[in-house]
């Protein structure tokens, strides 16, 4: 499954990419693009299409598509081309085991009310604009922001850039739902529940909330998974 309008919305990208683009840069596009819903899972990525749409060269868009098969974003099929992968539950339970690692700890520790507060806050915001006008994936989009910024307190890029990492997959793992309003829509006022404590500067608070937080969106994850 792929969505078909994906490739065309690239060619917005093409001026995060300088004449000397790298790689990395297009993974960069790629791997965000997949975060935010564009890539389905199982879907076939065309190396013409994708090529044309961000500008660069053949060679520079496989060598894109390797680095993110390391990532276990995509998976590459002998004969076949290369695809979205789609993540198992054994990937569900490992994403979830080190988000509560990684999350919880970047919380934990926080004793005043973050210089970045308002714009966590500004991504719950963001959340309850997309469920007030039923666009559930705009509100997954803005429960994985909420996250990422969490993380961000840690002020540390390698452990940002590994949030990002796992943003995409999480994406991955969140089509498996068959009604994301009924993943989404509940996890909304847990994210302000969240903000209180961690307005307040109380970290260890913040930290429980968001260890049982994690902890029931992966049980819902992996029932989802058995159910299908």
Not at 144 to 167: K, N, P
């Amino acid at each position: 499954m792929v969505n078909e309008d994906a490739p065309l919305g690239l060619e917005a990208d093409r001026g995060l990419l300088s004449r000397t683009s790298t790689a990395e840069r297009v993974a960069g596009v790629l791997r965000t693009r997949i975060a935010e819903g564009y890539f389905l899972p199982g879907g076939r990525l065309s190396e013409q299409d994708i090529g044309n749409a961000l500008g660069v060269s053949r060679n520079t868009l496989r060598e894109a598509f390797r680095l993110l098969t390391h990532e276990r974003l995509l998976t590459h099929e002998l004969n076949r081309g290369v695809f979205v992968r789609v993540p198992t539950v054994e990937d569900v339970r490992d994403i979830y085991r080190v988000r509560k690692i990684v999350e919880c700890a970047a919380v934990r520790g926080i004793t005043v009310k973050p210089g970045s507060y308002a714009k966590i806050a500004g991504t719950v915001a963001d959340g309850d604009l997309a469920a007030k006008h039923g666009r559930w994936q705009d509100l997954g989009t803005a429960n994985i922001r909420f996250h990422r910024e969490l993380v961000a307190l840690t002020g540390s890029e390698r452990v940002a850039e590994l949030m990002q990492g796992l943003a995409a997959e999480l994406r991955l793992v969140f089509h498996v739902m068959a009604d994301p309003r009924r993943f989404h829509e509940r996890y909304l006022p847990r994210n302000h529940e969240i903000l209180v404590p961690l307005g307040a500067g109380d970290g260890a608070r913040t930290a429980e909330l968001l260890d049982q937080y994690l902890t029931d969106a992966e049980a819902q994850l992996v029932e989802a998974y058995a159910e299908r």
